[in-house]
């Protein structure tokens, strides 16, 4: 079972500088199927990036992930009011198949 | 669009079975796997476990032997048993989608279950 590690636990930054959230998987990801969901207060997770890199429907390109192996990041370029929130990152794993999520990074206003 | 709805009593008493029900509607739940996932206020996400459509399930390892997920396609719905609860089974209950993709891009908005005497 692959055990996943975000950093830092808590982020604080200002509107207009840039994030860099980390994921660290405790084995090789296979096939990068690494994702990564927002999710803020009182409200559902919203899937943000799948695939490690690729972004999903509906938010913007200020957003982006990387990584392979066992290190993955996900880059806020300049953030805005509405971007502080919890993110988590995710794998399925198939030894045995389950989904496992990171503890969490919460971005907040500084 | 998809979208998924769970329902089911929002107070359950200890030791006793949680059930709650996921309706999916503007898409077949006949494709894909279909998930349950929980969160505990204040706490990170723990999957529970998933069904597809035909039947087969897999569950969290820690709460394999206390759960149960089925599926009725008749009425594009699929629901998840928890027995025996205690308090620590509190939490938020959202189901979610997995299109294929190792990743959940559906979700319902969640469900506050608290388990209290």
């Known amino acids: 079972e692959i055990v996943l590690t975000q950093s830092p636990g808590t982020l604080s930054l200002s509107p207009g500088e840039g994030a860099t959230l980390s994921c660290r998987a405790s084995q090789s990801v296979s096939g990068n199927y690494l994702a990564w969901y927002q999710q803020k207060p009182g409200q559902a997770p919203r899937l943000l990036i799948y695939g490690a890199s690729s972004r999903a429907t509906g938010f913007p390109d200020r957003f982006s992930g990387s990584g392979s192996g066992t290190d993955f990041t996900l880059t806020i370029s300049t953030l805005e009011p509405e971007d502080f929130a919890v993110y988590y990152c995710q794998h399925y794993g198939s030894s045995p198949p389950m989904y496992t999520f990171g503890q969490g990074t919460k971005l907040e206003i500084k | 669009q998809v979208q998924l709805q769970e329902s089911g009593p929002g107070l359950v008493k200890p030791s006793e079975t949680l059930s709650l029900t996921c309706t999916v509607s503007g898409g077949s739940i006949s494709r894909y796997y279909w998930n349950w996932i929980r969160q505990p206020p204040g706490k990170g996400l723990e999957w529970i476990g998933y069904i597809f459509y035909s039947g087969t399930t897999h569950y969290n390892p820690s709460l394999k032997s206390r759960v149960t997920i089925s599926v009725d396609t008749s009425k594009n719905q699929f629901s998840l048993k928890l027995n025996s609860v205690t308090a620590a089974d509190t939490a938020v209950y959202y189901c979610?989608?997995?299109?294929?993709?190792?990743?959940?891009?559906?979700w319902g908005q969640g469900t506050l279950v608290t388990v209290s005497s």
């Open positions: 979610a989608r997995d299109g294929y993709g190792d990743n959940l891009d559906y």
